[in-house]
């Protein structure tokens, strides 16, 4: 089944979404990946109900973080509001394939995020949004079978491969740092386990 991915989509999916009343934490890849970095200024392409950016807030961070999907936003800023760090996260609602910061960041993240365009045409948009010096963090599905946090399997225009991501990035001046996939177990809101396909990409911007 193919998916737009537009505002339609994303305000359906957020909008069934909203009778879970444990929102998940963040994606354990965020502190794996960033724990190393100095605290300073971040993006989060895509950050839904911002778990991951309230992390990095709640680490010293300074982040812009942006979606979509106006239910999500709502539902972060209170999250952010209850964890003290609602000062250090700006939440900007906005369509990804057509917004620019107009700046660059030391650290530029996205996780699942699946805007109206090709997968690996949007790493290459957030990817020029890292400052010279600074990290890109990619997690998304593996194209592979399996189900997504939500039991489902996902479609193949919001999957990549390793190869397609690093491919890219060693062509435009990037140092790899981490390029992985990885099998987890994830438990949906209804009680379920499920697999998840990861892959994860962490770059250095050199040029």
Do not use: K
């Not at 999250?79 to 910061?101: I, K, M, N």
């Not at 690996?120 to 890109?136: N, Q, S």
């Not at 946090?149 to 140092?175: F, K, N, Q, Y």
């Amino acid at each position: 089944m193919t998916h737009d991915f537009d505002q339609d989509y994303w305000d359906r999916h957020w909008h069934q979404a909203h009778a879970d009343t444990s929102p998940p934490g963040e994606n354990p890849y965020v502190r794996g990946e960033t724990s190393s970095l100095a605290p300073s200024t971040a993006l989060d392409a895509g950050c839904g109900t911002g778990a991951e950016a309230i992390w990095l807030a709640s680490r010293g961070w300074e982040v812009t973080a942006v979606d979509i999907a106006a239910e999500a936003l709502a539902r972060a800023a209170e999250r952010a509001a209850s964890s003290g760090v609602a000062g250090r996260v700006r939440w900007v609602e906005a369509d990804l394939t057509s917004w620019s910061p107009g700046r660059r960041f030391e650290l530029v993240m996205t996780h699942y995020a699946h805007p109206a365009m090709p997968q690996l045409a949007f790493y290459d948009r957030i990817a020029d949004w890292v400052a010279p010096g600074g990290t890109l963090l990619i997690v998304g599905h593996l194209h592979a079978s399996g189900a997504d946090e939500h039991g489902h399997e996902p479609p193949a225009e919001a999957s990549v491969t390793l190869t397609d991501i690093t491919a890219g990035l060693h062509r435009t001046g990037w140092e790899i740092v981490t390029a992985e996939s990885h099998d987890r177990m994830v438990t949906t809101p209804d009680g379920r386990a499920v697999p998840l396909h990861d892959v994860v990409v962490r770059a250095i911007r050199r040029t």
